[in-house]
């Protein structure tokens, strides 16, 4: 009996263990938050492109058919991004004709208040460098 007795304490532990390590950690739906959702809609360049890329509050992000989560790491540099105060000066420029022909074009929504809309050329003055910063790091981040 004596041997039971043990072997009962032993299992009572071990469930103690697993109850105690499942409380930790957080859920998975916890995970990844971005601060607001983000859609960058990339237009253009020789072959035509027309996709979305779409980043929502739940760290989820969907482009093109594909679609994944943001890491912890990566929800929290997106994060770090969006508090750049430039992403919403950027909205408010006023970009004037690009110099450039067959690049591409974006209009990127920050929440439902911002909306930034840039061509990617290197040689248009004034560029949104925030937002492009944003849209560089999501598109690299979800790369397949």
Request: aromatic fraction near 4%; proline fraction near 5%.
């Amino acid at each position: 009996m004596g041997m039971l007795a043990g072997y009962g304490r032993l299992v009572a532990a071990s469930i103690g263990l697993l109850l105690v390590a499942g409380c930790g950690g957080g859920s998975p739906a916890a995970a990844s938050k971005v601060d607001q959702p983000v859609t960058v809609h990339r237009m253009g360049g020789l072959a035509g492109v027309d996709d979305k890329l779409s980043v929502a509050t739940s760290g989820e992000w969907t482009q093109d058919g594909r679609s994944g989560r943001l890491t912890d790491a990566q929800a929290a540099q997106v994060n770090q991004i969006l508090k750049d105060p430039r992403i919403a000066q950027e909205s408010k420029r006023q970009a004037g004709e690009s110099r450039c022909r067959d690049t591409f074009t974006f209009e990127v929504m920050v929440g439902d208040q911002i909306r930034v809309h840039y061509v990617d050329c290197p040689g248009d003055p004034d560029p949104p460098v925030a937002t492009m910063a944003l849209v560089e790091y999501l598109y690299g981040v979800t790369a397949g």
